[in-house]
């Protein structure tokens, strides 16, 4: 089995391929020659995909033995960044392994996207820098449903989607975030009012730019705009 794989993977690698299960693929690392474009914001860009990939609770939340990929100290001191090679990084090989008893994160989480990974690496060969505080593009006078949906996508919707989502709530779509506006949880959460369980439960708050926006979504209806 082992020796088929590594066969395989070795054909894929001749023509130029590291995501050795499909051969058809673009090649994975040559889309961003050096990390190419703007720098990947830390904290904006790329701990909210750790605290929702890996950060469940019981997982790498740093409430147990395992490394705590939710915080930049502890994502470091796991050793599982490559500033050397990037591409070998154990964070990118685990996440780019399709079998689903070798993979992270394991089933039922769905394997992150490639585009996802892609991001992941090219912070790594920009350094892996400890980026906070990035320019916001935060703009709290545009509070539309669409905005508000931005938001929960790239800080909620890891956890909060798939089969078995946290607390059983689904933001993936209007209903699933309007049932939580509307009961009043969606804001206890994020602003971390006593009596409801702080959301994100780890990495960084949301920002109050994005907190108003959804404060102000809320306030004018909810509506699916
Ligand atoms: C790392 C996974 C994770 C992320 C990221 C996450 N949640 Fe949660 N959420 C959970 C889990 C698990 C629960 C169930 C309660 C618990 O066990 O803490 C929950 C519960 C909730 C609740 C119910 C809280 C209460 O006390 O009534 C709300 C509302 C909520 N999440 C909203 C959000 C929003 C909004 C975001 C994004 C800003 C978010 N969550 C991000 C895992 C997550």
């Not at 050096?34 to 701990?47: A, Q």
């Not at 409801?196 to 809320?218: D, H, Q, T, Y």
Request: hydrophobic share 35%.
């Amino acid at each position: 089995m082992w020796k088929n794989l590594i066969v395989l993977k070795a054909g894929c690698l001749l023509v130029g391929l590291v995501l050795f299960n499909s051969c058809k693929h673009e090649p994975f690392w040559n889309s961003q020659q050096n990390g190419g474009g703007t720098d990947i914001c830390f904290e904006t860009e790329i701990l909210p995909d750790l605290v929702s990939g890996c950060g469940r609770s019981g997982c790498h939340n740093g409430g147990n033995s395992k490394d705590n990929l939710t915080t930049y100290a502890g994502l470091m001191s796991a050793q599982m960044i490559n500033l050397e090679k990037p591409e070998e990084s154990k964070i990118i090989e685990v996440l780019l392994k399709t079998k689903d008893s070798d993979r992270m994160p394991p089933p039922p989480d769905a394997r992150w996207s490639d585009a996802k990974i892609q991001k992941l690496l090219r912070w790594i060969e920009q350094g892996a820098k400890n980026t906070t505080n990035c320019a916001a593009s935060c703009d709290s006078s545009v509070f539309t449903f669409t905005k508000v949906k931005s938001i929960t996508d790239q800080y909620c919707l890891g956890c909060h989607s798939g089969s078995t989502p946290g607390g059983g709530i689904n933001l993936s779509t209007y209903a699933g975030v309007k049932a939580i506006a509307d009961n009043g949880q969606l804001v206890g959460a994020v602003r971390h009012q006593s009596g409801f369980e702080a959301m994100p439960p780890s990495g960084s708050p949301l920002s109050e730019c994005n907190i108003r926006v959804i404060e102000k979504w809320i306030n004018s209806g909810a509506s699916n705009n």
